[in-house]
């Protein structure tokens, strides 16, 4: 999406410091409130509801009512949020499919005339999230798998992207002209980021207890390696020959 931003290079890093200052400020507030607000933590944990927020909700206003709208207004703030989600996930598939890297490329790019929006690549997004959100039903266990391997994946891109930049670094090698850079911290910025990462990325695929049963197992490793060995093949098989990537599409459009 940052494809459509104004003065991108210089917009972005800003928007994306601000928001996680802005955030985790306002974060650590609410985490401090809602730790006075708890109350019994066995009798939060062990809501009737099987959503703990919702009986610290009741255990601070004594009221159901006050309750049920507290939990309201968070279920449609949280709805809000899925919007985003969708709508950055929607794009970045767009995108991958304009530059031919996934299969269907040519109806996943498609934009209607007079619509100016992917709308098939909107829909895919939009069912395929709201499957997923089913899969709780039938076991907490694999939707728990799931969203956890959204996070390693997330870990992912971003290991890959600040390593490329350490090694830019590390072997003098001329970076692009920025309109934003760290300056001289910027090496060492990259690896305390970098380590951070690695540590998170390896308790991601932990489980939740020790000694866990397979009901109890963290079985997003075995997800993450499927798909990463999935479009392995597929890049190599195909994507090495379809792929051009969004530089030689900006090209195009210049000529």
Known sequence: MSEELHDASRTLPRSMIMTTLF????????????CFCIGNLEEAITSPTGQPFMQVFYISTQSVSS??????????MIAFSNLTMVSTSSRQLFAF???????????????????DLPINAI??????????????IGSAVALNSITSLATTGL???YMVSIGC????????????????????????????????????FVLAFMPGNPN???SQMNWSILIYGTVALSSLVYYVFRGTHRYEGPVAYVRMLEQ
Request: aromatic share 12%; glycine share 6%.
């Open 23 to 34: 955030n985790g400020a306002f974060g650590w507030i609410m985490v401090i409130t809602y």
């Open 67 to 76: 309750a049920t709208v507290m939990a309201s207004i968070l279920i449609v």
């Open 97 to 115: 499919a304009r530059d031919h890297a996934v299969p269907f490329s040519p109806w996943f790019s498609e934009v209607p005339e007079g619509w």
């Open 123 to 136: 829909l895919t997004t939009f069912l395929i999230s709201s499957l997923l959100s089913l899969v709780n």
């Open 155 to 157: 870990l992912s891109s």
């Open 165 to 200: 930049m350490i090694w830019q670094r590390c072997t003098k090698s001329p970076l692009l002209p920025s309109k934003f850079s760290l300056g001289r911290w910027g090496l060492a910025i990259n690896i305390v980021s970098e380590v951070f990462l690695v540590v998170i």
């Open 212 to 214: 866990p049963t397979a």
